[in-house]
């Protein structure tokens, strides 16, 4: 199986702004949160400006890992 390379810019919050990075062909973005321990509750992931489920597979690329501020 091989690998898919893509760049994760993180918005909001993060301790880094970007990341490159390569996962295997069949990983998911819940994946993709996991490897950099990231709750998914908390963020929104946006391809092309649009945001994708979690459970889709991981395109090479470049995504954005937004963090998602709430309050009452």
Known sequence: MGKIRLKVRFIGGFDRDSEEIA???NSTYLDLLNIFN????????LR??????????VEKGEIKVLRVISGG
């Open 48 to 57: 092309n400006g649009k945001p994708v489920p979690i459970d889709d597979r």
């Open 38 to 45: 990231i709750n998914p509750e908390t963020v929104l992931i």
């Open 23 to 25: 996962v295997e062909e």
